[in-house]
């Protein structure tokens, strides 16, 4: 039997990334931070199939015992301060937990057992100002807050110990990929339980945004772990582009989701004077709050994934109507059940 080693298991990705290895005969092990109150986040409902281990990226120590204990075949290094906005804030730890602790998991596996292959959570957040468009392996960085440089060091750090060492070390670029289990943070599903709230509670707060003028090449998480995984069965360790290939705006998630619950949006005025409103009664449903606007922002992504689709034979198959759908739908299920 396989065994398989995830950081960041609680999180979107490692919920999904779980269930697939499960479902594959893996033996799934997870690094988990100690809280004072246990939570399992998004795998409570796998937590009697996996292997709980604690650690901490940061802390090499605990690094080594979790490959000893797990003596894994595959290591994804899912774990990471993972909202952007947040960087700013914490730009220090930011770059312990999304840069040093890469070296971290390599250097472990460099001294417990070189032969693990192991994949590194990359950004299309390392694109951040783009100097192409659309973006792939070959397009040139420009990371933009704290979170994107601290990843673009992961990235490098992967590949120079691949090229140092031999590792079998993987570098995924992921563009967005939200789901029903995204952190209430993120703009998609920001927006998607604000409207479940409406919706079901009738809540009339209109929802507090930044910038809609920000573009995103969203995916769903369930397709983007299969692409985690694939690199790993390769003959040879390589990075890898994983997006859907179109862009949106926030202005339009947030057409099409409020679509999705039976309700027509119209945008008025424009910068911070913008606002929403649903078109049939005129009320107020979205307001711009520049609270929400970053220091420094990424204002378009869009990724070519044709490498991962040749060698691959990766595709996604969920796309950007259908993802919108399943977020409101799941979160006005989840309010009507609450
Ligand atoms: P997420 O839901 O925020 O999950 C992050 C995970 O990292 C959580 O399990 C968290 O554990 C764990 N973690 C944080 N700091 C840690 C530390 N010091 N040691 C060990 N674990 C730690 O993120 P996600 O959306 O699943 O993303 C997974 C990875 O892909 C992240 O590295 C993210 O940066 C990267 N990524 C995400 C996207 C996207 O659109 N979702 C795109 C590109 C790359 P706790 O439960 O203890 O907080
Ligand atoms: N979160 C948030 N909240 N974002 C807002 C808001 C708001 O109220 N209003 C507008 N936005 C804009 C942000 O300025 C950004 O341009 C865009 O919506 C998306 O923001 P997030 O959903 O927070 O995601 P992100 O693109 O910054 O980062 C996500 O994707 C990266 C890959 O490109 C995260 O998952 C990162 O971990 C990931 O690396």
């Known amino acids: 039997m396989k065994r398989a080693l995830i950081s960041g298991i609680t999180g979107q990705d490692g919920s999904y990334l779980s269930e697939l290895l499960l479902s594959e005969g893996y033996e799934v092990y997870g690094l988990i931070r100690r809280k004072a109150k246990e939570d399992f986040g998004n795998v409570e409902h796998l937590k009697n199939q996996i292997h709980f281990i604690y650690g901490d990226v940061t802390d090499l120590a605990s ?18 301060q993972s909202f952007v906005k947040a960087s700013w804030d914490s730009p ?30 990359s950004t299309s957040e390392m694109f951040g100002k783009v100097q192409a468009i659309p973006q792939n392996e070959k ?28 590792l079998f070390a993987c570098s995924g670029i992921l563009f967005n990929h939200e789901s029903e289990r ?3 943070e993120f703009v998609t599903r920001k927006i998607t339980h604000a409207i479940a709230r409406m919706v079901v509670q009738g809540d009339k707060t209109p929802i507090e945004l930044g910038n809609l003028n920000a573009k995103r090449d969203w995916g769903h998480s369930k397709d983007y772990v299969k692409a985690m995984h694939l690199m790993l069965l390769q003959a040879k360790p ?9 862009t949106h705006s926030v202005r339009e998630f947030a057409y099409e989701a409020f679509k999705c619950a039976g309700i027509e949006i119209e945008f008025k005025g424009d910068n911070e004077n913008e606002i929403g409103v649903n078109k049939a009664t005129g009320e107020i449903l979205i ?3 520049p609270k929400f606007y970053r220091p420094a922002e990424v204002e378009l992504l869009i990724g070519d994934a044709s490498k991962a689709e040749k060698v691959l034979h990766w595709q996604r198959e969920i796309d950007f109507k259908t993802l919108v759908k399943l977020m409101v739908e799941n979160d006005i299920n989840l309010l009507k059940n609450a």
């Open 63 to 80: 690094l080594i015992l979790a490959l000893r204990e797990s003596n894994p075949d595959e290591v994804y290094n899912l774990a990471a």
């Open 92 to 121: 220090l730890s930011t770059a312990e937990i999304n840069a040093l602790g890469v070296t971290n998991f390599l250097e472990a596996i460099r001294q417990v057992n070189p032969k693990i292959h192991f994949y590194q959570a």
């Open 139 to 166: 397009t040139p960085f420009y990371p933009r807050s704290p979170y994107g440089v601290a990843k673009l060091y992961g990235h490098w750090i992967t590949i120079n110990y691949r090229e140092s060492y031999g």
């Open 182 to 184: 995204r952190g209430l």
């Open 238 to 246: 390589d990075d890898y582009v994983i997006a859907s290939g179109e």
């Open 287 to 289: 307001k711009v709050n």
